[in-house]
């Protein structure tokens, strides 16, 4: 089974400041995908980035860098540089390559930039 | 990009009658797509897994006689909420990967149901 932990249920950080967001999961799979997703107000859930289990590097996209731990079980979010419409709510996810792949989401942090 | 289209954004609907939420893949083909079901402030919890042509997969705890999730083609999935009553006011948002072999998935606009 798999399981995302993330114990921020809220964050508040200054515009233009750096935040890392913290992500944990637990998985038996030897192959998995780590994702980021934004979820503003109206409940659209917004793809960040990814991480493959065996990617040698971080990813990176844009602003949005994932600090990819492997042997900490940790893939945490670190936005450069934030805006006040980055505040959302920020979930991390996992799936497994076994299967039928089911992404399972963690608790979720509510993000808030203020100005 | 690819394009899961979620109808309808919203409803409201009574106690008792069922619900019909669908869900389609514009641009792909998806044969197999999820349900969540996200209570407020909370995060989203996959209901069930949507295979084309065979029975959909439940998680623990979800009543499957309750929430009918038909995948008749490979581009449409439905979820009918069956028996409304007030707990099952919720989002559900589905989604759909966009192939096998590729780190995509693709997220449904939600569907805000409120059951009176």
């Known amino acids: 089974a798999q399981k995302i932990t993330q114990t921020q249920p809220g964050m508040f950080v200054q515009e233009k400041e750096a935040v890392t967001l913290d992500c944990t999961y637990d998985?038996?799979?030897?192959?998995?995908?780590l994702f980021w997703y934004k979820q503003p107000s109206s409940g659209e859930m917004i793809f960040l980035i990814y991480?493959?289990?065996?990617?040698?590097q971080n990813a990176t996209e844009g602003r949005y860098s994932l600090n990819f731990q492997k042997a900490r079980k940790s893939a945490n979010l670190v936005i450069s540089a934030s805006q006040l419409g980055d505040s959302a709510m920020y979930f991390c996810?996992?799936?497994?390559?076994?299967?039928?792949?089911?992404?399972?989401f963690g608790q979720g942090t509510r993000l808030t930039i203020n100005p | 990009g690819a394009v899961v289209s979620q109808h309808p954004s919203w409803v409201i609907c009574k106690s008792g009658t069922s619900v019909k939420i669908e869900c389609r893949s514009l641009?792909?083909?998806?044969?197999?797509m999820f349900w969540y079901r996200q209570f407020p402030k909370q995060s989203l919890m996959l209901m069930a897994t949507?295979?084309?042509?065979?029975?959909?997969?439940?998680e623990q705890g979800v009543e499957k006689d309750k929430f009918l999730i038909n995948h008749a083609s490979l581009t449409l999935s439905t979820l009918t909420v069956t028996s409304a009553h007030p707990e099952d006011s919720s989002f559900y948002i589905c989604?759909?990967?966009?192939?096998?072999?590729?780190?995509?998935?693709?997220f449904g606009s939600g569907t805000r149901l409120t059951v009176v």
């Open positions: 989604s759909a990967r966009e192939g096998r072999f590729t780190p995509k998935y693709t």
């Open positions: 998985t038996s799979d030897p192959s998995y995908g």
């Open positions: 991480q493959g289990s065996y990617d040698q």
């Open positions: 996810a996992m799936s497994g390559n076994q299967g039928a792949q089911k992404l399972v």
């Open positions: 641009d792909f083909q998806a044969t197999t």
């Open positions: 949507s295979n084309e042509g065979s029975k959909a997969t439940y």
